[in-house]
């Protein structure tokens, strides 16, 4: 961090951060040029009022330091932000990955499932596919199942994904 690298002080110890909008007695600033042999025709921020009374403490900040502060405080709040998307990212790829293992668990449940459901059509009073065990059992044959309704369930999950993934990474 460097936001105070920079930063205009008034004898009174208040600081402004980046390029001031206003003085501290609530007037507007203008920029001027400093009439000093060491700082001849550099441009500095000030009130109306501040440039009148000397004596009084009214803010004062050189413009080019004033614009290294932004450049610093954009930058702080630019990695801050590449920060906060990199983390989502991570969180959101794990998410997906869960997501990804969750749909898998569920077309293997499901295949078995149909796998059951076509066996039971063909010996009738078979009340297996339906505990808990059986479902998650991968012992259950798979000979009488439709290739082709496995192949169309894992067309639709895997392009749902493949639109995730693709919104996430766009
Ligand atoms: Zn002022």
Redesign the pocket.
Known sequence: MSSSSSSSRSHTGRQTTGIPTR?????NLTTFGAQTKENLFRRFYR?E??LKRKTEH??FKWVDEAIVDEINMVDAKHSQLKEDVDSFKIYTSRRLEIQAKHIEQTLHQLKILMDAKTDSCCTQDSPAFTTEDTLASPTVASTAYNPLTNIAVAAIALGTMAWIYARLTN
């Open positions: 003085c501290w007695c609530g007037a009130c009022i501040g009214h803010l």
